[in-house]
């Protein structure tokens, strides 16, 4: 059977000697909450933040307000200051946000159902890639934590 990508993330985290911290929206804590289902993960984990709301985001992962009303929250402005600010609150090598539409309402002209931005913040490094998917809300939810994960992995992997 193979690892699961959380198992896989921890030992490179290891390995590394990194730390981790997550920002999250439509996920509702599913990264952390997986990331925190390997044993050891208090080593690297450092925490997270579920920021639901634009004043969540604003106050404490310090996206920018004017930002959130410009592009909204599910956008890739908004997802690289996520990562941003939970990798500056937590004092991480990394970090990891995920701002999205899980569906099934929410979606808008040009913002559908599924789409989410992840992004990722080290010291040196900012990504972020979009996405859309086509499940129903657990299964965006889910495909949205997979993604997330294996983009760390991927970075610690090059």
């Not at 490179?12 to 990194?18: E, F």
């Not at 050891?40 to 307000?65: D, M, P, T, W």
Request: overall charge negative.
């Amino acid at each position: 059977m193979a690892e699961l990508p959380e198992v896989i993330l921890g030992q490179l985290l290891t390995d590394a000697g990194m730390t981790l911290a997550v920002a999250e929206s439509c996920t509702g804590g599913l990264i952390g909450h997986r990331i925190t289902d390997v044993a050891g993960s208090s080593s690297y984990f450092l925490g997270g933040v579920v920021a639901y709301s634009y004043g969540a985001k604003e106050r404490i992962l310090k996206v920018n307000h004017d930002d959130l009303y410009d592009y909204g929250a599910v956008s890739e402005e908004v997802a690289r200051q996520m990562a941003d600010g939970v990798r500056r609150l937590f004092g991480v090598d990394l970090a990891v946000a995920v701002t999205g539409i899980a569906g099934p309402g929410g979606g808008l002209p040009g913002k559908p159902v599924g789409l989410v931005y992840i992004a990722l913040s080290a010291r040196n490094h900012l990504q972020c890639e979009k996405f859309v998917w086509d499940g129903d809300r657990v299964a965006n939810k889910a495909s949205s934590a997979d993604a997330a994960l294996r983009m760390l992995i991927d970075y610690l992997s090059a």
